[in-house]
């Protein structure tokens, strides 16, 4: 008899010519939950900086891995606060759009891809 992990190597060998599509979809799955997370974050800290512009801009925190949260809203409130709220609230818009677009649109391309 042979052992227990003998019928999973063959059972991996089979999925072996589909290593590059399975580590493709893991990437995409990566990108899709990053969106999302963008999809979530940036309105808030966008609409918080535009109607209430008399809060001080964000202090320039140590880039460090342990920062990334407080030197992302730095960077995004500092490009809020560029220009005119219009605009900002367009271009915010259509970057909402977009992230909107490419999680929805992520998913379905890589079922397509597995079914093909």
Aim: proline share 7%.
């Amino acid at each position: 008899m042979s052992s227990k992990w003998g019928l999973y190597g063959r059972m991996f060998g089979f999925g072996r010519p589909y290593l590059g599509l399975f580590l493709f979809a893991v990437a995409i799955s990566l990108i899709t939950v990053l969106l999302e997370a963008v999809y979530l974050w940036v309105p808030a800290s966008v609409f918080n900086t535009l109607f209430n512009p008399q809060v001080a801009p964000l202090p320039r925190p140590e880039f460090a891995l342990r920062n990334l949260n407080a030197m992302l809203k730095y960077l995004l409130d500092a490009a809020v606060r560029s220009g005119d709220p219009l605009v900002t609230l367009q271009l915010m818009c259509v970057l909402m759009a977009a992230a909107c677009a490419l999680k929805n649109v992520a998913p379905t391309f890589t079922a397509c891809l597995s079914a093909s």
